[in-house]
């Protein structure tokens, strides 16, 4: 999804002023670190397309390392990571087949169709963790009426199913499968270590079985620029061309690896954090009335439906934001608040006593009886 869409403070805001914000609409508005600044400051630089940047060279050595992939590549975005994994492992006019809220068919402005030209399949699962039995009856095998089925798309963790995880077990029976039906599996991990943090096991053990991965370290890895996208040795020289037709070329681009660097060798380390501040958000306005948390708080993602409230995504976003908070709608009925480093526990808790206010007085404005009753 468009991760910063929304009311937002004003562009010519002062860093001070801007630091007053309590900011929950996602994990990617996180400022570098101190330790990133001077990382990036102090970074030794060349012609990353020409394949001499070291410090680039060095962080896809790290990716492809802790993920036990043969080979990584360094792109500016999730979504361009995204849709070269899309592309290495489908042809023109082939199907693939992803959750039906999942990010690569949402929020990624169609690139599967507009320069895989692919079609996506789209299977319901409520929970968000698609399974194989789900996956199984999608399959279409080439016919004089319909094109084969390539690729499947897991998210991990799930976006718009508030952070749920995918048990390894799940995953690897899609991809042991898929594979005997000679279909390819990419992950679209840009929580991939939010996941890992919440299973309690190494990276490396959720993407084990998948061939191609795509993980942030622009979200809850806290760095400002980039996603990486790991596989084998030939998938990702392959990729480097794709990168290049999408204009991910970027030079010099070892002042944003170092701070990738640190956001993949230390933020890990941190991100339960992340996933305790969502749960005390969680249960904060866990009884307030009109308000329903639709999925399992498992990471640092929450989801809750606002409509009994009597109020809109959109009216409550402009409450909020006039008291400091910002935070968004995803439609017309949902909100999603997402906890990252640049929030603490105690601001996490205002941000959820701001939202029970903004809701009570609206209820006590509009039926001061209701209000009295149900509220006291």
Known sequence: MNETAGLQPEPDAEPSKQAMWIDLRSDTVTRPTAAMRRAMAEAEVGDDVYGEDPTVRKLEWRAAEILDKQAALFVPSGVMGNTIGVKLHTRHGEEVIC??????????LSMSAWFSGVFARHVPAPDGVLRWEQVRTAIRTASPHNTRTSLVCLENTHNMAGGIVSPIEVTEEICEEAHERDLKVHLDGARIFNAATALGKPVRQLVKLADTVMFCLSKG????????????????????????????????????????????EEMPKRLHEDHDNAAAFADAIRELPGIQITHAVQTNIVIFDVAETGMSPAQITSALKQRGVLLNGIDDCRMRAVTHYDVTREQCLKAASVLTEIVREDRKRRSPQLGYMQLG
């Open 99 to 108: 959750e039906s809220h999942a990010h690569v068919l949402d929020w990624e």
């Open 221 to 264: 890895l806290g760095a400002p620029v980039g996603s990486l996208i790991v596989g084998t040795a030939e998938d990702i020289a392959r990729a480097h061309g794709l990168r290049k037709r999408l204009g991910g070329g970027m030079r010099q681009a070892g002042v944003l690896a170092a701070a990738g660097l640190i956001a993949l």
